[in-house]
């Protein structure tokens, strides 16, 4: 159990950090091609990666998979998150979109109590909590003014809350490589219209992005998937706000964003979070 739980929270970090050097690529993305287009090719990057690795044995488990349904219902949502996110990042600073964005954390956690019945200990609402007040200072989004972006950006994490419920239901009886074929499988159906519709002819450095951004966000799909096989929601969930702080280097790698000392303080707050779920699973683990 300490060794599963364990793997759960290594596997979590990385894929967030995986997510946050793929987010940092779609916004470049999003100012020569459409969110149609980049999910389109993305899927279709990752899929061809599946189908390599499973062959045609992948190609039966997931026609025969009886998490064939829910994955559909979750793709959905996964793509009303993409969407919403990826166009408010056209309006609003990078700081705001994560502030709002980072509130899926406790959505996960509390959909989690119904809908899995998953008894979260306090020491995880001490984590999820503390972290999302480090994601606020970090990002001190002072300046938010409402409006449709700020309504896509928090509408995005509600449903990226509810993909997440969706996958934790069907992680135990179905394999990753499955789960991430069936996702992708459906996202090409899905966006292939507008994206055909919307379609530009990648050059150059759009191109190479465009499958950099099939293979990092295939190696965080696979990470991820694998993480809520391992632990449940209330461990994996508050990790998320890990992804701040790559979001705050790459920001600076990057746009030259230079970040504050709200950003530092935030950041202690976020890694103290980290600690928090660390230690909780260390002592369930041994209990």
Same mark, same amino acid.
């Given at each position: 159990m300490k060794t599963v739980i364990g793997a759960g929270i290594l596997l979590s970090s990385l894929a967030y950090f995986l997510f946050a050097v793929h987010d940092s690529m779609v916004k470049l993305l999003v100012e020569t091609a459409t969110v149609w287009q980049i999910l389109f090719c993305r899927s279709l990057v990752i899929l061809v990666g599946c189908l390599a690795m499973g062959g045609r044995a992948l190609v039966h488990e997931t026609r025969t998979s009886p998490a064939l349904r829910p994955m559909m219902l979750r793709s959905l949502f996964l793509l009303a998150a993409w969407l919403c996110y990826f166009?408010?990042?056209?309006? /609003?600073?990078?700081?705001?979109?994560?502030? *709002?964005?980072?509130? &899926? @954390?406790?959505?996960?956690?509390?959909?989690? $109590? %119904?809908?899995?019945?998953?008894?979260?200990?306090?020491?995880?609402?001490?984590?999820?909590l503390t972290g999302f007040a480090g994601v606020i200072v970090a990002s001190n989004p002072t300046g938010?003014?409402?409006?449709?972006?700020?309504?896509?950006?928090?509408?995005?994490?509600?449903?990226?809350?509810?993909?997440?419920?969706?996958?934790?239901?069907?992680?135990?009886?179905?394999?990753?490589?499955?789960? /991430?074929?069936?996702?992708?499988?459906?996202? *090409?159906?899905?966006? &292939? @219209?507008?994206?055909?519709?919307?379609?530009? $002819? %990648?050059?150059?450095?759009?191109?190479?992005?465009?499958?950099?951004?099939?293979?990092?966000?295939?190696?965080?799909?696979?990470?991820?998937?694998?993480?809520?096989?391992?632990?449940?929601?209330?461990?994996?969930?508050?990790?998320?706000?890990?992804?701040?702080?790559?979001?705050?280097?790459?920001?600076?790698?990057?746009?030259?964003?230079?970040?504050?000392?709200?950003?530092?303080a935030g950041a202690v707050l976020i890694a103290a979070a980290g600690l928090i779920i660390l230690i909780a699973g260390r002592r369930r683990s041994i209990a």
């Open positions: 166009n408010s990042a056209k309006y /609003m600073p990078l700081a705001d979109i994560t502030t *709002l964005y980072f509130a &899926a @954390p406790i959505v996960a956690i509390l959909l989690s $109590i %119904p809908i899995l019945r998953e008894r979260v200990p306090l020491t995880s609402w001490i984590a999820v938010m003014t409402t409006g449709w972006p700020v309504y896509l950006a928090l509408l995005a994490a509600v449903c990226w809350a509810i993909a997440t419920i969706l996958l934790r239901s069907t992680s135990q009886s179905t394999t990753s490589i499955v789960q /991430m074929a069936m996702t992708n499988l459906f996202f *090409l159906g899905l966006t &292939a @219209p507008m994206a055909i519709h919307s379609w530009t $002819i %990648p050059t150059g450095n759009a191109l190479i992005l465009l499958l950099s951004v099939g293979i990092i966000g295939g190696l965080g799909q696979l990470a991820y998937f694998e993480s809520l096989r391992h632990a449940p929601i209330s461990i994996v969930a508050p990790l998320e706000y890990t992804a701040l702080i790559w979001a705050f280097a790459l920001g600076y790698a990057i746009w030259g964003d230079i970040p504050g000392v709200n950003v530092w």
